[in-house]
């Protein structure tokens, strides 16, 4: 098996806002997220949601995509990694707000949600 890139957010490509003057929230569901726990080696599932308004820029689709690919290998706590997808993503496109929803799938009968958020501070 080839080893995976390091997820960062150089690797999200974004696109000019379609309505910059209009406030608007885009949701994007990744029900098929996968990551590995750093203390037992054991793959973890997740469903990944974002919530964001955009500013000047929407995130990409397909780089969402081929990101969130990269921590299928990565050993990392589901705190840490709901929180860098976070740092990410307002890094890679700046948005006006943005929430980062991960739900886990339970193991041993607990089940964990961790939610992550972002608002741009006002200007003026």
């Not at 890094?91 to 992550?116: E, L």
């Amino acid at each position: 098996m080839e080893p995976t890139e390091t997820p960062s957010s150089n690797q999200l490509e974004t696109f000019p806002n379609p309505r910059p003057e209009r406030e608007f929230v885009i949701e994007i569901v990744c029900p098929e997220f996968t990551s590995v726990c750093p203390k037992t080696g054991q793959p973890d599932f997740g469903t990944i949601t974002y919530t964001y308004t955009p500013a000047a820029s929407c995130v990409e689709l397909k780089s969402l995509k081929i990101y969130l690919q990269q921590f299928r290998n990565q050993g990392i706590f589901y705190e840490h990694v709901t929180n860098k997808l976070l740092d990410d993503f307002v890094a890679a496109c700046q948005p006006v707000r943005c929430k980062v929803v991960s739900v886990w799938t339970p193991r041993g009968g607990i089940s964990t949600t961790v939610t992550c958020e972002h608002e741009a501070a006002k200007k003026g």
